[in-house]
Each structure stands twice: as C-alpha cells, then as structure tokens.
C-alpha cells in the first residue's frame, strides 16, 4: 500500500461513497424541489463509465476545421497585403485559393473512401456526403475566381503588349 495516499482503501472501493448520506431540503415547503446544503465539506461523486469509440467523427470535423482555418488565415494576409498595395497580393491570393482547391478534393476523396464504410451510421454517412457536396461547390466557385483572375492578368498583358 503506498504511504503517500491520504486515504488508504479509499481507491480499492469506487463504488463507496466518499462524503455522509444526508437528508434533501426542501425549497421553500416545496416537495417538488429538493437541495442539498453544501457548506465547508463538498460531495464526492466517483463515476466510471464506459463508451463505444466515435473518434472518426471527430477526425472530419477536425480536418474541416483546419481547411476553414488555413483559408481565413490566408485571406487576412491577402487582405493585409492588400491594404498596403502590394504588388504581391495577386499571388498570394491565387496560393490560398489553390492551397484551398488542393485540401478540399484531399478531403472529398477522404470522404468518398469513409461513407463506403461499414461502421457509419446514416447520420455519418449522410453528413459526409453533404460535407463533401459542399466543398466541391466551394471548389468550384474558387476555381472559378481563380480563373477570373488568370484571365484579367492576362488581358492586361495582351492590352499592354
């Protein structure tokens, strides 16, 4: 037994309560409602639990996540840049766009391999399928802002040549 422990045998038991049984209060002579008066010693609740592993769900949300973020990121510098004439915005802005295409079809094809599998609900394979159906619209209008700007750069070149 370590010596370290303040309570010897208090870990050995989880299922024993750790503070005294009291009496509910009740509010106001309601029978309805019920507390307990909490003063100097707080309850102790040790609760063990088991649940089935869902972390998959978490991995989409969290690659959606890192998509949106590096984009903001990259648009705020544009924007900066931007604001300060620089002749370099064009170029960043055409990076974030492209880096943007390039996550988003690395997520899509993610996506299509994932709603294949077996161990998804409906709900998971459904939410998905509209992820994936949103970022390809999304793709789509990028690449077509992108063009947008490939075009009128090279317009002014052929108006300046």
């Given at each position: 037994?370590?010596?370290?422990?303040?309570?010897?045998?208090?870990?050995?038991?989880?299922?024993?309560?750790?503070?005294?049984?009291?009496?509910?209060?009740?509010?106001?002579?309601?029978?309805?409602?019920?507390?307990?008066p909490i003063h100097q010693q707080k309850p102790c609740v040790h609760v063990m639990s088991c649940w089935e592993d869902r972390t998959y769900r978490l991995h989409s949300s969290n690659l959606l996540e890192n998509i949106a973020v590096m984009f903001e990121e990259g648009v705020a510098k544009a924007d900066e840049l931007n604001k300060l004439s620089d002749p370099g915005t064009e170029a960043v802005t055409r990076r974030v766009f492209?880096?943007?295409?390039?996550?988003?079809?690395?997520?899509?094809?993610f996506a299509e391999g994932k709603v294949r599998m077996n161990h998804l609900t409906m709900l998971d394979k459904k939410r998905l399928t509209m992820c994936k159906q949103e970022l390809e619209s999304m793709v789509g209008k990028a690449e077509t802002i992108s063009e947008g700007k490939r075009k009128a750069r090279s317009m002014k070149g052929d108006v300046a040549g």
């Open positions: 037994m370590d010596t370290q422990d303040p309570k010897p045998g208090l870990w050995q038991s989880p299922c024993q309560s750790t503070t005294p049984p009291e009496k509910p209060h009740l509010i106001g002579g309601n029978r309805h409602y019920n507390y307990l492209q880096e943007f295409i390039v996550d988003a079809r690395r997520f899509i094809a």
